[in-house]
Structures are given as structure tokens and as C-alpha cells.
DNA sequence: CAAAGGTCTGAATGGTGGTTCACTTCTTTC
DNA sequence: GAAAGAAGTGAACCACCATTCAGACCTTTG
């Protein structure tokens, strides 16, 4: 025997392992899944194409793991928000939509990426289980508020799959891109006040959700 | 000189463009448009993958025929519902989404072809556009509610993105696959009642969606 | 430093599927 | 029926990637 792994080879691996995901997902924001072919990726990550196989069984394992990365943040960060103890459940619901469509303003091509752009087949399943998981974080604050009484009654899930949809219909659409600072922030107010009224919260004046005390 | 086009030829020429496009879009609604190759649209058309490019210049072509014509269809009769002159502004709405969404649960295939199935690039396109022609249709009914006091005030395009967006992505989940024709009539009302709270339609009882006189 | 066992490369391989084209098979006209 | 043109065919062509692999290059150990 004469050679074996040492932490510093190790870390060098994995360095180059973590540096090609973020690459890649750098990429495909840029470009979308199609764009994204495994030479492009790879020289984006500085290596070659061949080298991306000691990371990755695939090409389509490597797109797999950028979109569970990318994705998980994202329930992670909405998880936050919904299951905080920030107000009632209105509340959270409004600030979580914010959140959820505030993130996507800022990182287009990533939203767009995990919410809508062609993708393959590994990917579209993820895509799948990625927006139950939204889907679900919403319909527990739904299902929080007409257990209060403070919304009426209503399919939980039904609303919570329409407020992911809308989220992501308004933002996706290229049309919707808000040019000024000014414009986003009256688009996130008309959402927030659209996912009240789905989720069938009375009409009261809230808090401005753009607003920093 | 020795042969010009008769009329019969024409006719049968035409006939199988028809054909094709009928196909064609019969084989995507089954199997999307990844698996809809040339070869497999002309095997079903009855004639072999040559023919197709005497009908069409490439097969993104076909494929934007076969898009515009299923997706006009349903604009169409969307447009009809909500443009028609049953009711006001409110009740237009509703029924505009129990159609909408009535005729997706009946072809979920199509549906999902048109809504949300990985497409090449002139398709996806032409679904933006599809999107925003749906969009509009939607907005102009919330602006007649609110113009007429009967909505609260809102941004329409945003309340006509969201119901889009609300409507496909509960019917383009597999896992929201009614299996009866009772929960596919639940789910239908859900959708209205959604409907309605999200563009601010004050809450009052409504003729059950799936009544039939 | 030599041996052993990695890592890394990039050209070759292979599969897929749109597109073309030489050829066959109609249709029409005279 | 023969010539003039289409229409129709399907095998061959080609571009595009994902994937592999033989060899080059490194790192570690004794």
C-alpha cells in the first residue's frame, strides 16, 4: 500500500465538488436546464467534462442535486416564515408570500429555473415534490387560520396550490419584470393583498409589506 | 405543360396536413412533446417521416401549429364564457373558471401539454403568449367587476395572472387527479369559490357550479 | 526516489432524432 | 399511353451531447 486519501486531498474534492454545483447552478440560472450541457458546466467549474463523472453518476444526478440545494433553501426560508410566531395566521400568510415572491424578484433565473423552465425528466419529479412541499407549509397556515375562525371555510390545499400558482404565474411571466425598485414593491403589495383575499381574509388595512419600521 | 393541381389533389393534400396536426396533437396529449419525435407523429398520421416536411418546414413548426390550435380552441370558448352576457361581473368569473377548468379535467393530457409539459423553445413561446392572451381575458372581466363597484380595487392583470396560475397548477398536479366524478365536481366548486375570494367577490351563496337545470 | 494508487483530461464512442435526398409511385395533360 | 411533374418513401446523413477510457499527471507512503 502506498497512497491514501488525506483531509487535505479530501477537502481539495470537495472543494472542487461544491465549487461545480454552484457553478452549475449559476449556469442553468443563467441559461436554463437545456443550456446547461455537461461541457458548459464543467468549464464553468473550471475542470473538464470528464471530471464532472468523478462527482456525479450523471448528468442528470448533477442536476438533481443543484435543484434540491436551490430548492431546499427556499422551503427552508418559507418554512421559516410560515411556522414563525410572527402574528396570526393572516399575517404570516401574507409576509410568507411576500417572502416567497420578494426571493424570486431577486433571483429571476433562479426562480425561473425551479418553478418553470424545461427541464428533465429527474428534475421535473424533484420540481414535483419541491412545490407539495410549499404547497403543504401553505395549507398548514390555511388550515391554522380556519381552525381560528379567521378564515372561512375552505380546501386548504386548494388554496395553497393557487397561491404557489399565482406566485409563480405573475412572476415568471417575462412581461411581469418590475423595471424600478418602486414597481416591485407595488407588484408584492398587489400580491400580498391577493393571497389575503384568496385565503379569504377580511379586508382590513394591514401593514404595508414593503415597509421597514 | 403537363399537370396542374386539381382540385381533388388539393383536398387530399389538405386532408392530410389536417390529419397530421390532428394526430399530432392527439400523440402529445399522450405523451408530451418529448416523446412526440417526427417519426412517431407520421407512423400515427399513416405516412412516413419525409411526408411531414411537405407540410411543415421543421417539426418546431408542426408543433406551434399544433399548439396555437388546441390552445386558440380554448381561448375561444373561454372568451365566450367570460365576454358572454350571463350575469355580471362575478358570476362571469366563476363560470369562466369552472369552464376553464372543466375542460382540463376532461383532457388532462392536452392540458398539461398546453399549461406545463417541457416543450422546445417556439412552443414555449407560443404558451407565453397563449398565457397572456388568457391573462387579458381575465383581466377585463375583474376591471368591469371593480369599474362597476362590485370588486374591490385591484390590479387586474395581477387577480388574472393569479387565477391562471391558481387554476393550473391544481389541475396539472397529478396528485390532484379527481377520481370520481363527485370529487372532480368538489374540486370544481372549490375552484370557484377560490376564484371569487381572490378577485374580492363579497361572499354570498352561489348556484352550485355543476348544477345542471 | 520508486512504487502504488489516486485524480484529471479530452478525444473517441454511441445513441438519439431531426433533416435530406435519390428514388419510387401516383396524377394530370396531350 | 407517354411525358411532365408532383407527392411519398425510408434509408442515409448529420449535429449534438452524454458518457467512457487510455494515458498523463499528482500525491502519498516506505
Redesign the pocket.
Known sequence: ??????P??RA??DA?RTRLVEEATAVVAEVGWAGA???VVAAAAG?????V??HFP???ALAVEVFRRAAGREVEVLGAVLGGSGGDAATRLARGVEVFARRALESRGLAHALLAAPADEAVGTERLEFRRRYRALFADVVREGTEAGLLPPQDPEVTAAALTGAVGEVLVDPLAAPGSPAAADALLCELTALALRCAGAPPTRRTEPGRRP
Chains 1, 2 share one sequence.
Do not use: F, I, N
Open positions: 500500500m502506498a497512497y491514501r486519501e488525506t487535505a486531498v481539495r474534492l472542487a450541457s455537461v461541457g475542470m473538464s467534462a470528464g471530471s463523472y468523478q450523471s448528468k442528470s
